[in-house]
């Protein structure tokens, strides 16, 4: 993986906007640079692209959208700024916030009113950082179908993709201005292809150990749930391209990834009342703040597992999606009528569940205080029957990347731009600060569709020059 002398490429062919990853942000970017005319190429390592986006579960915050209207939910892009802002302490990018807020309504229902995408919206509980409902996704809830569906929508403006094509060389002029790529087939054959304008969307580097080790040394053990395509490409171009890059600490984990199935569990079961127990039944930490910074927390316990625990009440909400059924189906979800039956079908120490339980309801009732800090007021205390899925802590995907404008054209550290390179999703710098406890539900997807449509846009006017 390098960057190359323009004047060493040698290609057959050339097009307007190149991009190389076809998850969401590749593809809504390839999207919406041909709306506007432009020739595109995707490059996709896979045989079948499927990215981190076929693995996460597909749900895109949305702020004042028509789905939202519907429901009688008020929302706009400034209260969902101020949530993700103070998510991140503040200490993110407030101008990249405010546009990828004001872009995330418009982006969904493009995607729904063009090109066939059939967003609902997820009722019934908050996830952590967000004040009203605002998720939205597919019918089963799953990354893998809105995979499918943007790929069905690419399909239909018969935008080229090449698969089984791994890019591996850039090739660039002194100023910065990429002219072609070089990717390899399986079969070690080589082809480069230019191009007028560059969009990364090949996410971060959560596949990558030794960039973990080097960057992210408290996740880097922990199980990688995210593709292992994420080895830092994007990173390793943009800096020698000389693009400024931030938040490299920065990553969104999980604190209950079933194990041994890989399905992250809903956070919902644990925001309505449930709890996280370690081996000896006992809490450990504020469940509640959110499942990324959760996660160390989950591996820090013996044997770096814990139990989630609740009822058939907070199971209801959480039934209709995918990665829950598909657990439970395997046997995964243990159900128990009673504290002790339950301490025995999970193996923990019945006294200390039943203390811990006890512990709960008295926090319930606003007879104590958590020692860690999580308010149970206007909780309910959980009533048989009682459900328990053994979770690990897992990294999903990087957030630090390529610092980007509101057009999602790569910044030099001074500020100014490079030529005709533009990054969006786990490849561009979120949202989320300089660690994992800034990170915002649903944070990945909405980068990955707003910056790839603004970044495929903006590509797209820069080849043809085409006014703003």
Request: aromatic share 6%; net charge negative.
């Amino acid at each position: 993986m390098a960057v190359l002398p323009s004047e060493d490429a040698r290609f057959e062919y050339s097009v307007d906007v190149l991009v190389i990853g076809a998850g969401a942000c590749g593809l809504t970017a390839a999207l919406a640079a041909q709306e506007l005319g432009a020739e595109v190429l995707v490059l996709e390592r896979d045989a079948r692209p499927t990215g981190s986006t076929g693995l996460s579960t597909g749900l895109i915050p949305a702020a004042g959208s028509k789905l939202q209207k519907a429901r009688g939910i008020e929302d706009s892009p400034e209260q969902l700024a101020s949530d993700i802002l103070a998510k991140a302490h503040g200490e993110t990018d407030a101008n990249i916030v405010r546009t990828v807020a004001k872009a995330s309504a418009p982006t969904v229902e493009w995607l729904m009113d063009q090109h066939g995408v059939k967003f609902t919206l997820v009722e019934g509980f908050l996830y952590p950082g967000h004040s009203v409902w605002r998720m939205h996704g597919t019918p089963n809830r799953t990354g893998a179908e809105l995979q499918d569906a943007l790929l069905a929508a690419a399909g239909n403006l018969q935008i080229d993709i090449v698969t089984s094509a791994l890019a591996t060389d850039l090739y660039a002029t002194a100023q910065g201005e990429v002219t072609a790529v070089r990717f390899t087939r399986p079969d070690g054959s080589a082809e480069t292809v230019g191009c007028k304008a560059l969009v990364l969307a090949c996410c971060g580097f959560g596949g990558n150990k030794d960039m973990l080790r080097e960057l992210i040394p408290e996740i880097a053990e922990a199980e990688f749930w995210g593709h292992v395509g994420n080895q830092g490409d994007a990173i390793r171009w943009g800096r020698e391209l000389g693009a400024a890059l931030a938040d490299l600490g920065s990553y969104q984990g999980h604190g209950a990834v079933a194990t041994p199935y890989g399905n992250p569990m809903n956070w919902a079961v644990l925001v309505e009342g449930g709890f996280l127990v370690n081996a000896s039944g006992q809490r450990f930490s504020n469940e509640v703040r959110g499942y990324s910074e959760q996660a160390v927390d989950t591996i820090s316990q013996p044997g770096q597992f814990a139990w989630d625990i609740f009822d058939a009440i907070r199971e209801t909400p959480i039934l209709g999606f995918s990665d829950y059924k598909e657990v439970d189906a395997l046997g995964g979800v243990k159900r128990a009528q009673t504290v002790a039956e339950l301490a025995a079908l999970i193996r923990l120490p019945i006294d200390a569940l039943e203390q811990t339980f006890a512990e709960v309801a008295q926090m319930c009732a606003g007879e104590r205080e958590d020692v860690h800090g999580r308010s149970f007021a206007n909780k309910r205390p959980l009533q048989a029957p009682f459900c328990a899925v053994k979770v690990t802590g897992a990294l999903f995907h990087t957030q630090g990347g390529i610092v980007v404008d509101s057009d999602a054209q790569a910044l030099r550290p001074d500020g100014s731009r490079l030529p005709n390179l533009f990054a969006g999703g786990g490849a561009a710098r979120g949202m989320s600060g300089p660690s994992r406890w800034g990170y915002f539900s649903g944070g990945g997807l909405l980068t990955a569709v707003t910056l790839g449509r603004l970044a495929g846009t903006s590509a797209a006017r820069l080849t043809l020059r085409t006014p703003a």
